[in-house]
């Protein structure tokens, strides 16, 4: 769908799995899709900084730093900002509770929907078994992960040039293998059943980068994707519904291209 790109706002605004300091963070993506939306709170749900990487090599281009001080300065405007640290980023873990200038650090938190639904905010990783107790696994899954992405990012150089969208091939595989596929599902059955224990009515996390809405038994589980393979966010209208917003190409000019948001009205 494409139409004149204007700037939106939302209630709040979902954000997970950028991993800025990796060659695969489409920052320049990002940056655009920050210029047309807004929030009065935004929750940055985990893995934005990739310290994994960052400890291996540093990589830290002038548009990675453009991402944060494009969310900083949402702040300095009024947005509430919620930093939900993840596993690449579990450095910030040691100092939930505390606050960086605009910036709240919780290990995991509460968001009040307009319709007064509760939804439990995490990033996830607590669930994954691989990374809590085989982490030599997890490092070793994120390297092969990395390679991927090389080819990923060599395959859409090409797809530029010839005038097409990002596409992300390690998320097209990840949908072809049995095995990612039955993870994608346990993950979601174990954050829903996590967030029906303590109460709330669904719950919004990221993680395993696979954008996805989808309400059973009136319990909500959305993941927020990742802005290195699917560049997704969800956000919720003011009118209590949510959206799961793709942005797969720049806005030139004045012109967007953003696929046609999947709505998840209230429940």
Known sequence: MTARAEMR??????????????RGCQAELLIDFLKYH?????????????GWRLKRSWYWPQAHNDVVQKIL???????????????????????????????EVADHCLHEAID???FLIIHGDQFDVVVRH?????????????A???????????????????????????????????????????????????????????????AVMRTDDGLTYINTGDWVESCTAVVENHDGTFELITWQQPAQGATATEAEPEALAAA
């Open 148 to 210: 991927a992405l090389g080819i990923n990012t060599w395959l859409n150089a090409a797809r530029r040039r010839m005038g097409f969208p990002y596409w992300s091939l390690s998320a097209w595989a990840k949908l072809k293998v049995k095995n990612a596929v039955n993870f994608i599902g346990d993950f979601e059955s174990t954050l829903s059943a996590e967030a029906a224990r303590i109460g709330a009515d669904g719950v919004v996390c990221g993680h395993i980068h696979h």
């Open 9 to 22: 706002h939302f209630h709040a605004l979902f954000l997970s799995d950028i991993h800025l300091g990796t």
């Open 73 to 103: 300065r949402k702040g300095r405007k009024g947005a509430r900002i919620v930093y939900v640290p993840g596993n690449h980023d579990e450095f910030l873990r040691d100092y939930v509770g505390s606050h960086f200038g605009m910036i």
């Open 134 to 146: 085989a982490k030599w696994l997890a490092y070793l899954g994120d390297w092969a992960y990395t």
């Open 116 to 118: 007064g639904r509760r």
């Open 38 to 50: 807004d929030a009065e709170t935004i929750y940055l749900v985990g893995d934005i900084v990739d």
